[in-house]
């Protein structure tokens, strides 16, 4: 038999693969009830964390993309912070410290 490691603990042969994650699984739970905490919120319910993670991936991958475009409209390969303001005041969000 070859040299392959053998897990002692459930005798198989060979190395675990590991199950790819979504992306938003580096936003977590408790980040997101700390958040809620700042803004007066006693508590949280599941499903509302998840609807939180939804958005907030949908709301960062939109002016990822925004902020993208006006990097390549400029020929450039790296996203300055003022493609990400240019983004935002597209879309409407105020920046604060930042001039309008």
Avoid: C
């Avoid at 897990?7 to 580096?26: C, E, I, L, M, Y």
């Avoid at 499903?47 to 990822?64: C, H, P, Q």
């Amino acid at each position: 038999m070859k040299n392959t490691p053998i897990n002692k603990k459930t005798g198989q042969v060979g190395t675990k693969r590991h199950a790819k994650k979504s992306p938003t699984v580096g936003m977590y739970t408790t980040a997101i009830v700390r958040l809620g905490r700042k803004a007066g919120i006693t508590g949280v319910s599941k499903g509302s964390i998840v609807e939180f993670k939804r958005i907030t991936t949908a709301f960062l991958t939109d002016m990822l993309a925004k902020s993208y475009n006006y990097t390549r409209h400029s020929k450039r390969h790296t996203i300055f912070s003022s493609d990400v303001v240019s983004a935002a005041k597209l879309k409407g969000v105020a920046l604060f410290g930042y001039n309008n």
